[in-house]
């Protein structure tokens, strides 16, 4: 079974215990590791709102052996929204971070540095 065809079934409703771990990571040559976005305690994180919980996904990511398959995975379907790879989609584009929702904060550092580049410019 393919990664790509496993993302695709659980983007159509899928369960994510519908299909085992071996046949995943024999594909792509990793053997009985656990995947971050497997633990269900997190499974919240990958579609978060929150920017914060957004960037604990991206960190889960980090040192997933399927990250790379995982990104292009989630390009070759043009995924809409959230953490694939490590990676943030919004509106179907990789951003560098999610912008939360409503009104951004006055002392957002993100915020600040963005500004600051723009009037360099």
Do not use: I
Request: proline share 6%; with cysteine.
């Amino acid at each position: 079974m393919q990664y790509t065809s496993v993302l695709d079934q659980l983007s159509r409703g899928g369960s994510a215990t519908s299909w085992t771990f071996p046949a995943l990571t024999d594909s792509v040559g990793v053997t009985d590791q656990p995947l971050p976005c497997q633990d269900t305690t997190t499974q919240d994180l990958w579609f978060a709102e929150r920017t914060e919980d957004v960037e604990a996904a991206k960190a889960l990511c980090a040192d997933c052996p399927l990250k790379a398959e995982c990104l292009s995975g989630a390009l070759d379907r043009q995924e809409p929204w959230g953490v694939w790879g490590g990676e943030v989609f919004v509106d179907g584009a990789v951003v560098a971070r999610k912008r939360g929702r409503g009104r951004p904060r006055k002392n957002d550092p993100y915020a600040a540095s963005s500004s600051r580049s723009r009037g360099a410019a």
